[in-house]
């Protein structure tokens, strides 16, 4: 659970640098400049351009958005792992269906970060989840390609971050 603060502000920090980024406050020619990085005995020589537009630019800040997001996701179920909280069956209380929603929406990044998709194999999961105002209805996701509306929006992850923080402190 160590990680769990670091994690959501490290999801809260890359949605704000994809929301600047979406209103033009960053110059993608400023940013995108040859780099040599050099820290404690390391040195890192980055390729002189990576991003060809601001197309590319608004690819790589979404990228990036949902890379966190995966992250902030994985360590949420773990830190629900080493709360004691192990998978339901059946699924019956609050508790279990936030366990079991975190588990699947962790799975959907586990299994491939960059291009999450629902792996929902067990059909206990494929239900509708309605716990602590969050509304969420994989009943028919699994295989799909992973979207933020599936779960309500990005704020459901947030929302599963606080239930999570009250059943463990």
Excluded: C
């Excluded at 960053?26 to 005995?41: A, Q, S, V, W």
């Excluded at 909280?85 to 962790?106: E, G, K, S, W």
């Excluded at 969420?136 to 992850?157: A, C, N, S």
């Amino acid at each position: 659970m160590k990680f769990l603060e670091t994690a959501f502000g490290q999801l809260a920090f890359a949605w704000k640098l994809y929301n600047y980024g979406l209103d033009g406050k960053i110059n993608r020619e400023d940013l995108d400049i040859p780099l040599t990085f050099k820290e404690d005995g390391m040195m890192l020589v980055l390729p002189d351009r990576v991003l060809d537009s601001d197309d590319d630019l608004r690819i790589a800040l979404a990228n990036n958005l949902g890379i966190a997001f995966g992250a902030a996701a994985i360590t949420l179920n773990r830190s629900r792992e080493e709360a004691g909280l192990t998978l339901p069956n059946p699924i019956a209380t609050d508790t279990d269906q936030f366990v079991a929603l975190t588990y699947q929406i962790r799975n959907a990044f586990a299994h491939d970060i960059s291009e999450p998709r629902w792996n929902i194999t067990q059909a206990r999961y494929r239900r509708a989840y309605a716990f602590d105002g969050v509304n969420v209805d994989l009943t028919d996701k699994h295989e799909r390609f992973f979207d933020y509306e599936d779960i309500g929006g990005p704020e459901t992850l947030f929302q599963l971050h606080q239930f999570g923080k009250r059943l463990w402190a």
